[in-house]
């Protein structure tokens, strides 16, 4: 959906100052982006996206990486702000904080687009919202989970009638790490059987490979090697580092314990053919042509929507092979 949108902008750069392909006012357009980082697979797919979006555009693009640090992010804006960018994007790596620094974008007059995470501020301060529906993603992690252990009817390895669930939660206070948990544990919720299952370790492993291994080694030691039956892992870096964890003590990951995680990068479907991995949730990281084209429209005065949802799939194991070709990122 979001591609075919792209299908008017225009070829590269010689066209980035004639017709309306990256120019307002026969001007070229510059958007300031403040990236969060570049933790993992994904933010390295969306990061790749924007930059060659912009590029395809003709639309002058001043790139700032946060490296985690929400300080970074707000001083970016506020440089933006005062170079006069014609519109500031943003990926907010926490949901709150953000008033001050988009009430000034908004004094400026610089439209501002929110991009992937969600931040908690108020309607006027942004123009629209292009993102990720990490509830629904949460939910769809659970409701694979809960048809995939039916299938197996297996016995949770810890004895008793519960199946015990560890998570490793993105980072804290991040939009998509609290909707991931609330999509997960409402859908556990609401599920016929969902007393069968039980939340018995939750830890942010931060979106990273390194910290989900080593939570996931922490786990396991606290009691977790004999009784972990799934792991929800909220992307699929954090879970490419519980694999190595679960391999280290002697269990097999995939088998032992049941993994689902979000994202749908490369790794985690080479993981499922390897069995080491159960399911991904997509998580569509290949934003930069709406960004475009949502800055294009804004800057030319047309309407937007305020909120605009990547298109995401779930892919089982068993889909793994036949998809990985296909997959861009
Ligand atoms: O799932 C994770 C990344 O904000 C949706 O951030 C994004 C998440 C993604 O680091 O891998």
Redesign the pocket.
């Given at each position: 959906m979001m591609l075919a949108l792209c299908a008017g902008c225009g070829g590269g750069e010689e066209s980035a100052s004639s017709g309306d392909s990256g120019s307002k006012d026969g001007k070229q357009i510059t958007i300031g982006y403040s990236q969060l980082g570049a933790?993992?697979?994904?933010?390295t797919a969306?990061t790749e996206s924007i930059k060659q979006a912009a590029k395809d555009a003709g639309i002058n693009l001043q790139f700032s990486d946060a490296q985690q640090k929400q300080e970074n992010q707000i001083k970016a804006i506020r440089s933006f702000i005062a170079q006069g960018v014609d519109l500031i994007a943003f990926?907010p790596i926490v949901e709150t904080g953000w008033d001050t620094v988009l009430k000034e974008a908004k004094d400026a007059g610089i439209p501002v687009v929110i991009v992937?995470?969600d931040a908690k501020v108020s309607d006027d301060l942004y123009v629209a919202k292009i993102g990720?529906d990490?509830v629904a993603e949460g939910r769809k992690a659970f409701e694979w989970v809960d048809q995939y252990m039916k299938e197996q009817n297996k016995t949770p390895r810890g004895g008793g009638d519960q199946y015990q669930i560890a998570v490793l939660e993105?980072?804290v206070g991040?939009s998509?790490s609290l909707g991931r948990s609330k999509g997960f544990n409402e859908a556990m919720q609401a599920a016929e059987d969902g007393s069968k299952y039980t939340i018995a370790m939750s830890q942010t492993g931060e979106?990273t490979r390194q910290k989900g291994q080593e939570v996931m080694e922490s786990f396991l030691k606290s009691g977790g090697r004999d009784t972990i039956d799934i792991l929800f892992s909220?992307?699929?870096?954090m879970a490419l580092g519980a694999i190595q964890a679960i391999e280290a003590a002697g269990l097999q990951p995939g088998k032992d314990i049941v993994i689902v995680s979000?994202?749908g990068?490369k790794g985690a479907f080479q993981a499922m053919i390897d069995g080491k991995s159960n399911c991904t949730v997509e998580?569509n990281?290949l934003q930069g042509p709406l960004l475009m084209e949502t800055a294009k429209k804004i800057l030319n005065g047309e309407q937007v929507d305020k909120m605009v949802y990547m298109d995401e799939g779930v892919f089982p194991a068993e889909v793994a092979e036949k998809t990985l070709p296909e997959r861009k990122y």
């Open positions: 933790e993992s697979e994904w933010r969306q990926t992937d995470r990720t990490s993105g980072t991040a998509v979106f909220q992307n699929d870096d979000v994202d990068v998580c990281p």
